[in-house]
């Protein structure tokens, strides 16, 4: 078997005014992740402490000219930054180190390119390519007819792309209308579905909601170990102790995600917003798991979606134990440690929470009982006739 050749990447970050220099190994190692998933290898990291952005460049001249001769001198053909970039210093750094150059928005936008499967999914992703490279058109082109292939070179659009503004303005429109007839088709199919509770699975990328769908409907959803292993929706229908209800799995949500996939995955994100029970599912073994609430909280609210009962499902409870505990730690304060994490985030989540590992199926009787709680309430608040029959 032949073996794929990975790209050789680069990972720049800037260290801003009230950021930790943590905070931003953080933000890269994400970034790291993101990359892996996209296919190239990280040989190495650069970040730059600034207390204003360059316009021209965005990072400092002595910085940018260290970064171009790593570039050179180990044969690497692609540098990520970890914010967005404007056209301009896309096009200023890629003329200094001579490679391609990606945003953390251009990445994340391959990624969603490669993992499109269905017409809908690409039409999307389509769209969010065309609204990101619009105001990037001048001097871009040029490059790209240079630099075929690769990350950041594929997706829907992979064909060479119109350099006229009209002409991908006009591909913005087109595509707008073909994204709207597809969320009205899907909305009536969301009304079709009759009278029945609605539950959808969201959460921060790869915390496990595929892996906890299938654990529920008992269906095989595609789950990998990787950031947006799935783009399109899945619906089921769920039967539990007889009572029945439709559970989606969506796609999962990231710190600075692009306004435009936002817009361009609104037919997406209405099945969040039309649910009538969120589960928010959250990885308790990553570092940085509150910080990962928070900008799912944040996208719920940006969708007007925030107002739903939602129960936190503290997932991967397996792993956390594996991190966070060593082995000659006595079983007296390994019981004690979990009890004050349950009942901390229990006061928090006014005990709208439940701690599992869906992969070791630890703890899914109580994480039923807590959704059937709610699921049953529902019903006899809004449809109280077909309450009865459970």
């Known amino acids: 078997m032949e073996e794929i050749i990975k790209e050789k990447a680069v990972l720049v970050a800037v260290i801003a005014q009230g950021q930790s220099e943590e905070q931003v190994r953080e933000y890269l190692d994400e970034l790291d992740f993101l990359t892996e998933t996209a296919g190239a290898q990280v040989v190495k990291r650069f970040t730059q402490r600034m207390q204003k952005l360059d316009s021209n460049t965005f990072i400092g001249a002595g910085k940018l000219e260290e970064i171009s001769r790593y570039v050179e001198d180990n044969q690497i053909s692609l540098v990520i930054f970890d914010d967005e970039l404007s056209g301009r210093q896309q096009t200023n750094i890629q003329k200094e180190v001579k490679c391609k150059v990606l945003d953390r928005t251009g990445l994340i936008l391959d990624i969603f390119a ?165 589960l928010h599912v959250v990885d308790i073994s990553h570092p940085s798991f509150e910080d990962h609430m928070k900008t799912v909280n944040e996208t719920l609210q940006e969708i007007k979606a925030f107002d739903k009962p939602i129960i936190v499902v503290f997932n991967k409870m397996d792993l956390y134990a594996e991190k966070y505990f060593d082995e000659l730690l006595p079983d007296k304060v390994r019981k004690e440690v979990l009890k004050e994490l349950r009942e901390t985030w229990e006061e928090k989540t006014e005990g709208n929470c439940v701690f599992i590992s869906a992969l070791e199926r630890e703890n899914i009787d109580a994480f039923r009982d807590k959704m059937l709680e709610k699921i049953r309430h529902l019903y006899e608040v809004r449809y109280p006739f077909i309450a009865e029959k459970f």
């Not at 992979?158 to 994204?179: A, F």
């Not at 509770?197 to 595929?210: D, E, F, H, Q, W």
């Not at 990787?226 to 710190?255: E, N, Q, Y």
């Open 114 to 278: 490669s993992r499109a499967r269905t017409a809908h999914a690409k039409t999307q992703v389509e769209l969010a390519q065309m609204q990101y490279l619009l105001p990037r058109l001048k001097g871009l082109w040029t490059h790209l007819e240079r630099q075929k292939g690769g990350i950041g070179m594929r997706g829907p659009g992979e064909k060479e792309i119109e350099t006229d503004r009209r002409l991908v303005k006009h591909k913005i429109s087109l595509l707008k209308e073909d994204l709207a007839t597809i969320d009205r088709q899907f909305s009536t199919q969301r009304k079709n579905r009759g009278e029945v509770i609605r539950v959808a699975l969201v959460g921060y990328t790869n915390v496990g909601k595929s892996t906890i769908m299938n654990l529920l409907s008992k269906s095989e959803v595609f789950a990998e170990n990787k950031l947006f292993a799935t783009l399109d929706t899945t619906v089921r229908k769920v039967v539990l102790d007889r009572v029945p209800f439709l559970l989606s799995d969506t796609v999962g949500f990231i710190r600075k995600l692009p306004h435009t996939l936002v817009e361009s995955f609104k037919s997406t994100l209405d099945e969040v917003r039309e649910s009538d029970v969120l």
